[in-house]
């Protein structure tokens, strides 16, 4: 599922391929992406004008376009960004193309289309981020530390609510939590202020490492390189791996480095 880190290198591939140029033609091949707007409205609101803002919130990408208009985007589990040429063939799961002058083509690509595109205005935006907690790269620490606090869930539970902080999946919630040597089943309301600091400052180093790599890297030495291993030891002291199932997700720790109940 794309993460924070993911849709960061997707904003990244809008800019390079689509900030500030004409869209000359939208081509919708399955309307299935598009929520609270038609293939012909889309079009309508696109065509012929640019889009000239860009920013991210979370898994949220949003496009301003001249007109008022804010395209947003989301990616579910499987979606992505791919900038090619118009006249490359199109690939089964490419869902809207989006033509900018002669040379290139933004595609939304889904294979299971969990999410996908809308088409909104300021008021719409506001609604439908309300629901978001604040973005986890921006946030500052005294934000995390009172969301976490008033939590009585458990601390995997609260990293990956997107209404406690926006951004922060399966994948980047273990890996946080192991750096910080803390249990994923331990409760977030329990945690000390020391706690909350050490996992305040491993979640800003996960992200920074990770958004410069464009994903969660499966590195030797992390412990997402380990997640796929037949027989999975930590990577930093060696002990077997434990895996279990948090909110509906394959969860994994060290007993030994992340003590806990």
Known sequence: MPELPDVEAFRK??????????VRRVDV???GVLHRVSA???RDALEGRRFTDLERHGKWLLARIGGGHILMLHFGMTGRLVCGHPDDAAEPHDRVLFTLGRDRQLRYRDQRKLQGLWLADDSEVA???ARQGPDAMAVDRKEFEAALSSR??????ALTDQSVLA???????????WRARLRPTGRAGDLTEADRRRLYTQMRRTLRSSVTAGCVPPRDSWLTGHRDDPDPHCPRCGTPLRRCRLAGRTTMWCPRCQPGP
């Open 13 to 22: 591939v809008f800019e390079s391929c689509a900030l500030r140029r004409v």
């Open 29 to 31: 091949r399955d309307a």
């Open 40 to 42: 012909r409205g889309l």
């Open 127 to 129: 609604r439908l981020l």
């Open 152 to 157: 009585r869930g458990t601390l995997k539970t």
């Open 167 to 177: 951004g922060l999946g399966n994948l980047l919630a273990d890996e946080i939590l």
